[in-house]
T-cell receptor, first 112, second 114 residues
């Protein structure tokens, strides 16, 4: 079945550091891929998405590229801020259905 | 942008009571709503998929009689946790979608059963 694997956290960075959170997936066909962010005590917000191979999703300085050859969708940001501290979830949506399958989440903590 | 409202945001109640959580799409008619459960420091687990006017589709291992889902309109779905017990304490999150657009999530409900 479909699944998502993302790197274990927590990830602790200093402000302005470079961020990478790895995400790989297993799926049949061509799923859509997403990154969601969850701030403390809140629900999930869509951060970015990509619907086909080689698409690059971007938002708020975050980027992720849909790599079919490596089945990956790594999240990157060139310079993190304290306000980026949150839990980040990689997710996929398969063909014929739109229920999301989430990775376990990666906690990011950015200090000033 | 699209907004999903979930209510209440937090509820504390005694063991044995039933709790109803509402999920509303405020500015669009949702074709499908989803209910997720999130354990502390864990990922979201899909509980059920709900379409307006039809019975919800539950994921394996989710008790239908325990978690009652009603989807009476295109803008409202409710989850009722019946005869709640401490092990039902969790963070419940709903989401709604229209067409092939990404799901929009509510802010979640933290349920604590004493």
């Amino acid at each position: 079945g479909n699944s998502v694997t993302q790197m274990e956290g927590p990830v602790t960075l200093s402000e302005e550091a470079f961020l990478t959170i790895n995400c790989t997936y297993t799926a049949t066909g061509y799923p859509s891929l997403f990154w969601y962010v969850q701030y403390p005590g809140e629900g999930l917000q869509l951060l970015l998405k990509a619907t086909k191979a080689d698409d690059k999703g971007s938002n708020k300085g975050f980027e992720a590229t849909y790599r079919k050859e490596t089945t990956s969708f790594h999240l990157e940001k060139g310079s993190v801020q304290v306000s980026d501290s949150a839990v980040y979830f990689c997710a996929l949506s398969g063909i014929g259905g739109t229920a999301l399958i989430f990775g376990k989440g990666t906690t990011l903590s950015v200090s000033s | 942008g699209a907004v999903v409202s979930q209510h209440p945001s937090r509820v504390i109640c005694k063991s044995g009571t039933s709790v109803k959580i509402e999920c509303r799409s405020l500015d669009f008619q949702a074709t499908t709503m989803f209910w997720y459960r999130q354990f502390p420091k864990k990922s979201l687990m899909l509980m059920a998929t709900s379409n307006e006017g039809s019975k919800a589709t539950y994921e394996q291992g989710v008790e239908k009689d325990k978690f009652l889902i009603n989807h009476a309109s295109l803008t409202l779905s409710t989850l009722t946790v019946t005869s709640a017990h401490p092990e039902d304490s969790s963070f419940y999150i709903c989401s709604a979608e229209v067409g092939n657009q990404p799901q929009h999530f509510g802010d979640g409900t933290r349920l604590s059963i004493l």
